[in-house]
């Protein structure tokens, strides 16, 4: 009888149970925790630069057209043509060029290159030009030089100290593309300007046959973040 009764005790516990686990749903416990990392923003900084030859007017990279964007091909020449500008043999003519990086972030490198190489052209308005090629080895010659803190420094032929007429055109117009360029370092930094100068001379001993020619180039200036 006492085995029974309590056979019965259990069964009315289970039904309670049951009943209880239906009768009152959601009666658990959830654990949650929870942190988050304040609002953040991802942005770019800018690189763009400004060309000044020979004093004139500042040429801004990113006034180039849309496409490929930040590129202007469309700066000052080195040299414009006149009948009063004409070159003579040993009588050097020097151009400053001014580069500033006006952008946000600095530049890790500067690069030089002359996009198209050298072409000769007859001069206007010579009577009878010679057959020579001043593009070619013999003929104008070159140099690139920076003004820095410490002193002029020679970059194009290589040299310490001041640039002097050593190397010519050709040496240079191979230099046809970034892959081949000449590498001028580092800088400058955000708002810091570089400042260069290109030399071009026909050779003291110039033969007869550069007489009337002319020497048509262009030098692309290349900055990297």
């Not at 002097?164 to 050709?170: A, K, N, R, V, W």
Request: charge should be neutral.
């Amino acid at each position: 009888m006492s085995r029974r009764k309590l056979k019965l005790v259990l069964l009315g516990t289970m039904v309670i149970g049951a009943l209880g686990s239906i009768a009152v749903p959601g009666v658990y416990a959830v654990y949650v925790a929870e942190t988050r990392n304040t609002q953040a923003t991802v942005s770019s900084g800018t690189l763009t630069m400004d060309l000044v030859v020979n004093g004139g007017s500042p040429c801004y990279s990113y006034l180039g057209p849309a496409s490929p964007g930040n590129v202007n091909t469309n700066c000052d020449s080195l040299v414009t043509f006149s009948s009063s500008a004409e070159m003579y043999p040993g009588e050097p003519v020097t151009i400053p060029v001014t580069l500033r990086n006006d952008g946000s972030l600095a530049a890790s490198d500067l690069a030089v290159y002359m996009p198209g190489g050298c072409t000769k052209a007859a001069t206007t308005g010579a009577s009878s030009p010679g057959t020579g090629d001043p593009c070619a080895a013999g003929g104008m010659q070159f140099y690139i030089q920076e003004t820095t803190a410490s002193g002029p420094k020679c970059w194009f032929p290589a040299a310490a100290g001041a640039c002097s007429f050593t190397s010519d055109l050709s040496s240079f117009a191979a230099r046809t593309t970034l892959g081949l360029s000449l590498d001028l370092g580092a800088g400058p930094a955000a708002q810091q300007t570089r400042t260069f100068t290109i030399g071009l001379q026909e050779p003291i001993n110039a033969s007869n046959t550069l007489q009337g020619q002319a020497a048509t180039f262009a030098l692309a200036w290349h900055l990297t973040s």
